[in-house]
């Protein structure tokens, strides 16, 4: 059984920044990749950043490009996003996902993932 638990949301105005936090826990996963996933109301899920097993690539969706930053510790099994300038189109359901057995490629799709956190609200106001 694999656990992964998203903190870190909440609510801000434009401009501010966050950090989410996604703590991994269970059993030990293979050369996993990691990724940040987010859902808007009425949206599909979409892919925000992903990190390969080793931490040495990292690959974002264009519209936080700049503004978000993905990193990972492996020691502590843990995962973040460091999330600048935020917009209200940034409003949404974030998601941590893994994928074990990953190969140094951009998962961003997510059917890859088979394991997910319950997610946490990220709310930016105007």
């Known amino acids: 059984q694999v656990q992964l638990v ?11 920044s966050l950090r989410l ?3 991994a ?14 859902q808007a109301p009425g949206k599909e899920r979409e892919f925000v ?5 080793s931490g040495g690539i990292t690959y974002y969706t264009d519209s936080v490009k700049g503004r978000f ?11 973040y996003l460091q ?6 189109e940034d409003t949404a359901v974030y998601y941590c996902a893994a994928k074990p057995f990953s190969s140094d490629y ?3 799709t997510p059917s890859e993932y088979p394991y997910w956190g319950q ?8």
């Open 6 to 16: 998203e903190s870190g949301g909440g609510l801000v105005q434009a401009g501010d």
């Open 21 to 23: 936090s996604c703590a």
């Open 25 to 38: 826990s269970g059993r030990t996963l293979i050369k996993p990749g990691m990724g940040w996933f987010r």
């Open 49 to 53: 950043a992903v990190i390969n097993w």
């Open 69 to 79: 930053t993905i990193s990972r510790d492996n020691a502590k099994n843990q995962l």
């Open 83 to 88: 999330m600048n300038s935020l917009k209200p």
């Open 106 to 108: 951009y998962y961003t």
């Open 119 to 126: 997610g946490t609200q990220v709310t930016v106001s105007s």
